[in-house]
T-cell receptor, first 115, second 110 residues
Framework: NAGVTQTPKFQVLKTGQSMTLQCAQDMNHNSMYWYRQDPGMGLRLIYYSASEGTTDKGEVPNGYNVSRLNKREFSLRLESAAPSQTSVYFC??????????????FGPGTRLTVL | KQEVTQIPAALSVPEGENLVLNCSFTDSAIYNLQWFRQDPGKGLTSLLLIQSSQREQTSGRLNASLDKSSGRSTLYIAASQPGDSATYLCAVGGNTPLVFGKGTRLSVIA
């Protein structure tokens, strides 16, 4: 069981470039999430997918798009990277039952620098 | 809007000491509360999950309590060790995904 995996681990982009962060989980979880973590700001939710086929905006969605490719995979795309998007990005998943978001499990993170 | 606060932001204790980390939240309509550990440069590791119907959860030297009515949770670490040095985050879950506090950075000095 690999849990939640993320690729790449590190990335440097120039302003205006695009890229996709990949996330996959092998725990058969319904829900998946993308967060960013910045010094002094804590963890903030970018987008989430409560179940396959659905996506919703979180606290800081501007400048990002997501795709829930299937139950296992949830990708985050930066269409035109900006220095303000320099951050550590974490993907997470949870089983979810009913209306309750249950225990979340996190990936190791992607460290993104935008120059 | 749910807000989660963790005080203190940083804490330094000698090895062997028992300690308590605090977490408070503004909206008591939660389903659960989760405590995480984060080592420098690493992801988050789940420590304990407390459902709203529970008052506490224990795992080894860790004990987490929940008082929904007062909007507070504590994480008790017994007999602290240098290996416990990390940032500890609490997060509350309702009918929306988790809302995180900014964490308490713990240093246990040998």
């Amino acid at each position: 069981n690999a849990g939640v995996t993320q690729t790449p681990k590190f990335q440097v982009l120039k302003t205006g470039q695009s890229m996709t962060l990949q996330c996959a989980q092998d725990m058969n979880h319904n829900s998946m999430y993308w967060y960013r973590q910045d010094p002094g700001m804590g963890l903030r939710l970018i987008y989430y997918s409560a179940s396959e086929g659905t996506t919703d905006k979180g606290e800081v969605p501007n400048g990002y798009n997501v795709s829930r490719l299937n139950k296992r995979e949830f990708s985050l795309r930066l269409e035109s990277a900006a220095p303000s998007q320099t951050s550590v990005y974490f993907c997470a998943s949870s089983p979810t039952s009913g209306g309750s978001y249950n225990e979340q499990f996190f990936g190791p993170g992607t460290r993104l620098t935008v120059l | 809007k749910q807000e989660v606060t963790q005080i203190p932001a940083a804490l330094s204790v000698p090895e062997g000491e028992n300690l308590v980390l605090n977490c408070s939240f503004t909206d008591s309509a939660i389903y659960n509360l989760q405590w995480f550990r984060q080592d420098p440069g690493k992801g988050l590791t789940s420590l304990l999950l407390i459902q709203s119907s529970q008052r506490e959860q224990t795992s080894g030297r860790l004990n987490a309590s929940l008082d929904k009515s007062s909007g507070r949770s504590t994480l008790y670490i017994a007999a602290s060790q240098p290996g416990d040095s990390a940032t500890y985050l609490c997060a509350v879950g309702g009918n929306t995904p988790l809302v995180f506090g900014k964490g308490t950075r713990l240093s246990v000095i040998a």
